[in-house]
DNA sequence: TCGAGATAGATGCAAATGCATGTATCCTGA
DNA sequence: TCAGGATACATGCATTTGCATCTATCTCGA
């Protein structure tokens, strides 16, 4: 068996490359998929959590909405008026960014960050009900870094 | 360091199970955005294509409604209505399953054959630009192993 | 300083989505 | 055999999303 056979140090060609991300994407899926059925959701879509928790994860000024936009896959438009909903639910407020009169910063208001917690928690267990057994510790830190390596390389050498 | 600190064959703990679904997620929406925004993918939507798809990697029948269901991330009556669209596309067909009166089976058209083939070849030539680079080819290959086996664990003990 | 272009975010509108429910078909046990 | 429940998919309808475009602000070079 060659390096290249069994996966070697090499540099990988087109088809491992598509099958790795096939491979990610499709366990995305069905992770995500189960996720969105928890109860936990019912109160708040999933990607508005994804939202709270962003905001819950940084500075505590809040975010720009560019900012935020990067870590959720939705258009900035739809992005937008997530927000706007989230702030008339009361969970964020907006204001109008200091330093840049055309930016706008979103930050959690107290029943923003109780609301992620109490949901976050609910989410956390459902995250290891659903995947534990799968993985042992070191093949989880193993897929924590080359999923975050991937990210890093994907940020930083292909801009959006 | 013990084997926990340098996350050796242990079990997991809550914590390092959610920063691995955490990290996973957001190199998926990472690498998603830009996938998205790949031109091969203005004559036909991403989720339109990965149903193409699909279609390309099973016998030569078709699948059911609900079997492609398991490898989208939609709601049963999106999905319906998405290949509602490919048919007035004239990608796929569909027929009723032969062997029960309540099922659908959908079908790719040549039509449908040929626009994935095509799509697809740029969409996997923009998979390894933009991935290129990132990890070696044993990396890539363990990405692959890791993410295979998180899926299979999750398909197997949660189904829907 | 000014004006052209770039950038941040909001908005009108059509399309896509999900929830609840409807209809048809299938299965199971009495 | 057949009634009650389960399953597969479709559909009405309100919500969410994305595209195109708009406004406001910022930046930079002449």
Same mark, same amino acid.
């Given at each position: 068996m060659t390096a290249t056979e069994r996966g #070697? &140090?090499?540099? *990988?060609s087109v088809r491992e490359t598509a099958e790795a991300w096939e491979s990610l994407f499709r366990a995305q899926v069905a992770v995500m998929r189960r996720l969105q059925s928890d *109860? &936990?959701?019912?109160? /708040? #879509?999933i990607k508005e959590y994804d939202v709270l928790f962003t905001l819950t994860q940084c500075p505590e000024g809040g975010l720009r909405l560019n900012e935020l936009n990067d870590h959720v896959l939705l258009a900035q438009s739809s992005l937008s008026r997530l927000v706007e909903r989230l702030e008339r639910k009361g969970l964020v407020t907006r204001r109008s960014a200091p330093d840049d009169g055309r930016g706008t910063l979103i930050a959690l208001t107290e029943a923003g960050w109780e609301t992620q917690r109490r949901i976050g928690r609910a989410h956390v267990r459902e995250i290891a009900r659903l995947l #534990? #057994? &799968? /993985?042992?510790g070191g093949e989880l830190a193993e897929l924590t870094q080359l999923t975050a390596r991937l990210r890093d390389h994907v940020v930083e050498h292909h801009p959006l």
């Open positions: #070697g &140090a090499h540099v *990988p *109860p &936990a959701f019912r109160e /708040l #879509g #534990g #057994g &799968a /993985l042992d």
